[in-house]
């Protein structure tokens, strides 16, 4: 089976969020995650959150994103 990436999406802006918080809170089951910047649970820092409702539609809201050009961040 092939996955398509046409649904992901990431979180920056308060309505995006508000709409995919209506989708976790309809669907019967989600995944969710933590990115950080490193394996080390000790040192690690929280850097992003992600979830899916299904197979190839999933979210990434960035919190901790310091790069040049980085996008603002809610």
């Keep these: 089976t092939v996955i398509s990436y046409d649904n992901y999406v990431?979180?920056?802006?308060?309505?995006t969020l508000k709409a995919w918080i209506a989708k976790l809170e309809k669907a019967p089951v989600f995944a969710f995650d933590t990115e950080t910047d490193s394996l080390d649970n000790i040192s690690a820092n929280l850097v992003g959150l992600s979830f899916a409702i299904e197979p190839g539609v999933a979210a990434y809201i960035p919190v901790a994103h310091d790069y040049l050009d980085a996008p603002d961040q809610i």
């Design 10 to 15: 990431t979180i920056l802006d308060e309505e």
